[in-house]
């Protein structure tokens, strides 16, 4: 019977073939990813993406209870940077989380007075709070909701929120411009509502966009002071933000 037929291939010839193979399927596959992650830009849009690359962007976003947020903004043409925050309660359900976004002269000024405090002397520091919600740099809230709400009750918990500060006749009218805003009757999940200030100019949408506007005298600093103020909607946004000034202002 005669002898099988021993293959003289070199076994190093056979791998290199192999690797030069495997080359060429990932030179054909490059160009592919290359227009997928273009399409997940556009899809994902210039307000999440800082000017670095997407991976970039993906590796520096921040988590509040499950929820990513970028890590830098832009909207009414100014560059935010990502403070911190926490989620918003109601009967013990998380209803949304809010990242707080501030300028980087802003963090700097903070930087300048508050280096090297500890988070319970920040806790305590009123004027930490005030100065930045009453400062006229650009700042922003971004709402991200756990789970579908009605519109009207968000509105309507941000405008009772305000009347102490503003009351009843501007919380009205910010409760209105809200519903507007949302354009529907309810807020679903993974819903983005964001809120900007510069000045005394307010912006909201659901995109980052900054497309509607109102101006109400001492609405920016109101709204800002919902969440750091003495009584606030979230106190584990007011802790977020201290725990994140924090480590920019000490790095």
């Known amino acids: ?85 926490g989620s918003r309660f109601k009967w013990s359900f998380k209803v949304y ?16 007075k508050y280096a090297g405090a500890s988070t319970a002397a920040l806790m305590k520091s009123d004027s930490l709070f005030s100065s930045f919600s009453e400062s006229k740099s650009a700042k922003t809230l971004l709402l ?11 509105a309507d918990a941000l405008g009772e929120a305000l009347k102490p500060r503003l009351g009843d006749t501007a919380s009205e009218s910010f409760q209105a411009f809200i519903l507007d805003v949302v354009g529907g009757d309810r807020i679903r999940k993974g819903s983005d509502l964001f809120i900007t200030c510069k000045g005394e100019k307010l912006w909201a949408s659901t995109t980052g966009g900054g497309d509607e506007s109102i101006s109400l005298k001492g609405l920016c600093p109101a709204i800002f002071m919902v969440y750091l103020g003495d009584h606030p909607v979230s106190p584990q946004a007011k802790d977020g933000f201290v725990k994140g000034s924090e480590t920019i202002m000490n790095k």
Do not use: C, W
């Open 1 to 85: 019977m005669p002898d099988k037929p021993v293959s003289t291939r070199d076994p190093l010839s056979a791998a290199r073939h192999n690797t030069l193979s495997m080359g060429s399927s990932a030179k054909l596959l490059l160009p592919t990813l290359t227009v997928v992650i273009a399409i997940l830009a556009a899809i994902i849009g210039p307000k999440y993406l800082p000017q670095e690359s997407l991976s970039t962007s993906l590796i520096s976003n921040q988590i509040i209870d499950g929820i990513s947020f970028p890590s830098s903004i832009k909207i009414a043409g100014s560059a935010q940077t990502f403070i911190g925050g």
């Open 97 to 112: 989380a809010v990242g707080i976004y501030g300028e980087d002269k802003t963090i700097k000024s903070m930087t300048k």
């Open 144 to 154: 991200r909701f756990h789970r579908e709400v009605s519109a009207s009750d968000v």
